[in-house]
């Protein structure tokens, strides 16, 4: 398995986080790479759902933990591989909230997904933090 993490802090809430990582429907107003996605279900675990990459085809996703307002996980299913993203969102003693992020590839074909998605996903990450906080900031004011 490969992992790769990310972490940051921001003045924003746990809970105002949690509710903008839980709006699927809404994922592509702050991620660039998606051109849509599809959820009709509960917030809970195994609940399965779309993406649509901009620049590939139609992905299977499936909840694995959605725990307001602290984790949300969830896992593309790959040919032959897994992709797991997870979000965990701690209040922190000054008011702030501690972000960590992993993505972690496992599957026979790790290494060929961990190529063509993970790295990116990983070397992006910052990138991709700063615009759902933004997204997340606009929605609260």
Known sequence: ???????????IS???LYNGISDIGNW????????????NGPL????????????????????I??????RFINLAH??????????????????????EMSIEVFGLLEFLWDRLIARKLAQEAAEHTQAFLDYVAARQA
């Open 1 to 11: 398995m490969k992992k790769y993490q990310f972490s940051t802090q921001t003045a």
């Open 14 to 16: 746990a809970e105002h």
């Open 28 to 39: 592509p107003k702050w991620d660039n790479e998606l051109k849509t996605t599809s959820f």
């Open 44 to 63: 809970v675990a195994g609940t399965r759902f779309t993406i649509k990459p901009k620049d590939g085809p139609l992905v299977a996703m499936e909840l």
């Open 65 to 70: 933990e959605a725990s307001a307002p602290l």
């Open 78 to 99: 790959l040919p032959l591989a897994k992709i797991r993203s997870s979000h965990f969102f701690t209040p922190q003693s000054d008011g702030t909230t501690k972000i």
